[in-house]
């Protein structure tokens, strides 16, 4: 009589001996066909040596009669030291009805492997169970070593009840290269005549069965939401006492659906606990003190179902998860302001880092955290928490320079916009969130030279190198004469026609430099402003000149930032439009739009950024400049 599937039970435990029986006309045709086909083939080898089931002691037990299904192991070789061995080599093995048409064993084939090794004397025998080339290794549990024939036997559980009124099973033992494994993973497919058996019976009572789930806990509350996942081929361990004593550990997987159940007689005491695959796997469920209602079974602080398997079949003992991966990030120190890091380019340990976002679950984030001795900044999070993550500057002389917008990290997972990343945590780590940072330090002005010193002969012996390139400059100032019609010099006229130095020529020089010297001009802010611009844009653009010929220690770049004053800054922002801080160039910039015709610039202005200009002219202004290294600051802020 088959033994029936408890009305209500989820699992397939006890219906895989249905799913695969053979009919009897079937059977008969099959043979003759097994008959005819090898009727004429020679006789194929018999493996040498014998199979036969012990305890896990590799003791044997009278009549092969065992209590139950989790006593029986497999051993093999000779049952002595003087006996035939096995052929050394891997096997799979396999529980069976006793007609061996119906497979029993329940975890897939690739589990079922065993080794067979020689004994002291040079024996093949049953030498304990084999993992897997690859994880997870579900190798079936061993027995202890056997000093009469030098064996370790190994567990055939798990395999399901046999259909056999008498309570029969059949063991096999197959050489791996001998059988493949057939598409469902589970059937072996081989000739019997490459097999070893024996027949064993089990006189176990009737069994109940303890049944869970494994979900995916989206929401972190340890609870199962009609809305999560179920996992499938996740490993349960579940160690038992049955009410004989007998005890083990009993290995299953959840199936297809995420379900997982095993089944032991009533009385029987155990502790399930699920096998967590790696370290990004967090266990939510069972919460710790959870019970299942009419029972003695409940979770333990070590988040273990333990109980007493009642007289009913149990369901209930899930199990929760969630996975996690970790984001990265490192702070560099920019000073060329590219916003990328570069050979060389230094960490800043200290920096603050904002983290923002949400949980799957719908709850907010908000985590501060701050780089570490390497620069670097990390935090885990589930899969699919979304997030932003900000910097924030120590002190006003930091700028932010990256991450650059439109940057993405390698995995796809984030991109930069305004200096904020923002991404969504996938099934890896991510890494390349970084932060760019450069500070500015005050410096006193450099490169600067009067209205008198290119009106002199050091300006003149300067301009004469880059003729005719400094009258191109010139002309596209905007410059005035001091009743305000236009001023330019000739880019065809000779460079000077002073025929020495105390009289006034008519070369473009000579023009050039009685203009900005010239008199009569007081109260005009159009020409004040031109001729302090024409200074300041010949300072910049022969910077190089300049330091050549000693003239200066050092070129301005126009990145300058200048340090000015509150009601300067107040007054260039109202005239422009812009908000500072200012670079040299900019004030230039903004002198050549002011003279522009009809340009509608106030003499405040006009005057404000002459002032700026002749400060410039004379090193009287500081710099802000990039500092080559990180400037100091108090951490944590």
């Not at 799979?92 to 006793?98: A, H």
């Not at 009289?503 to 203009?515: E, I, K, M």
Request: glycine fraction near 10%; aromatic fraction near 10%; charge should be negative.
């Amino acid at each position: 009589m088959l033994l029936e599937k408890p009305a209500g039970f989820r699992s397939h435990v006890s219906e895989r001996f249905t799913r695969y029986k053979i009919g009897p006309a079937f059977a008969a045709v099959f043979a003759l066909l097994l008959t005819l086909a090898f009727a004429s083939a020679p006789a194929r080898a018999q493996l040498s040596g014998a199979i036969f089931t012990t305890l896990a002691d590799g003791t044997a037990v009278n009549h092969n009669i065992y209590d139950s299904r989790q006593a029986v192991y497999l051993n093999g070789g000779p049952q002595n030291m003087n006996d035939a061995g096995l052929p050394v080599g891997i096997y799979y093995f396999q529980v069976t009805n006793p007609n061996g048409d119906v497979l029993l064993s329940t975890d897939l084939a690739i589990y079922r492997k065993l080794l067979v090794a020689y004994n002291a004397n040079h024996k093949g025998v049953v030498s304990g169970a084999v993992a897997p080339g690859s994880p997870p290794y579900k190798q079936h549990t061993n027995g202890t070593y056997n000093p009469a024939n030098g064996s370790t036997p190994v567990q055939l559980y798990p395999f399901d009840f046999t259909p056999n009124p008498g309570g029969e099973y059949k063991a096999w033992l197959i050489p791996e290269g001998k059988a493949t494994v057939d598409s469902d993973g589970k059937h072996l497919l081989f000739s019997n005549s490459d097999a070893k058996t024996d027949n064993f019976k089990v006189r176990e009572k009737k069994q109940f069965c303890i049944d869970g789930v494994k979900f995916y806990d989206l929401d972190i509350d340890g609870i199962r939401d009609g809305a999560e996942r179920l996992l499938s081929n996740w490993a349960v361990n579940v160690a038992y006492t049955l009410p004989n004593g007998v005890s083990g550990v009993a290995v299953t997987y959840t199936d297809s659906s995420g379900e997982w159940a095993l089944c032991f007689p009533a009385g029987t005491t155990f502790t399930a606990s699920e096998v967590i695959p790696d370290q990004s796997w967090v266990q939510t469920a069972p919460i710790r003190g959870s019970t299942i209602g009419g029972t003695n079974i409940a979770s333990n602080a070590g988040m273990q179902w333990v109980g007493t398997v009642p007289s009913t079949d149990t369901f209930g003992l899930d199990f929760g998860n969630y996975q996690q991966f970790t984001i990265h990030g490192k702070k560099y120190y920019d000073p060329n302001k590219n916003g990328k890091a570069d050979t060389g380019d230094l960490t800043i340990s200290g920096f603050k880092i904002v983290i923002d976002g949400t949980l799957p679950s719908g709850y907010p984030i908000h985590d501060v955290k701050f780089t570490d001795a390497t620069g670097g900044y990390s935090a885990t999070y589930p899969v699919e928490t979304t997030y932003t993550v900000t910097e924030v500057q120590p002190t006003s002389d930091y700028y932010q320079s990256g991450p650059v917008d439109g940057a993405v990290t390698s995995d796809g997972n984030a991109t930069a916009d305004k200096g904020v990343w923002t991404g969504k945590v996938g099934t890896a780590d991510t890494t390349g969130l970084d932060f760019f940072n450069y500070c500015l330090v005050e410096e006193p002005g450099y490169g600067g030279h009067t209205k008198g010193f290119w009106h002199n002969q050091n300006g003149e012996a300067i301009l004469l190198q880059d003729d005719p390139g400094w009258r191109t400059l010139i002309n596209g100032l905007n410059l005035v004469n001091p009743d305000n019609s236009s001023f330019t010099v000739s880019t065809t006229d000779p460079f000077t026609s002073n025929p020495d130095a105390n009289s006034v020529g008519t070369g473009a020089f000579d023009l050039f430099s009685n203009w900005i010297v010239g008199q009569g001009a007081v109260g005009n802010a159009n020409y004040i402003l031109g001729t302090q611009l024409a200074a300041a844009a010949l300072n910049l653009k022969e910077g190089a000149l300049l330091v050549a010929a000693g003239q200066a220690t050092q070129a301005q770049t126009g990145n300058e930032i200048l340090v000015l004053s509150s009601s300067q800054s107040a007054i260039i922002a109202a005239g422009s439009g812009i908000a500072g801080p200012y670079t040299l160039s900019q004030i230039i910039g903004f002198a050549k739009a002011a003279l522009a015709p009809g340009s509608g610039a106030s003499d405040d202005y006009r005057l404000c950024l002459s002032s700026v200009l002749d400060g410039l002219n004379n090193n009287a202004v500081d710099f802000l400049i990039v500092s080559p290294t990180p400037c100091p600051f108090t951490t944590p802020y």
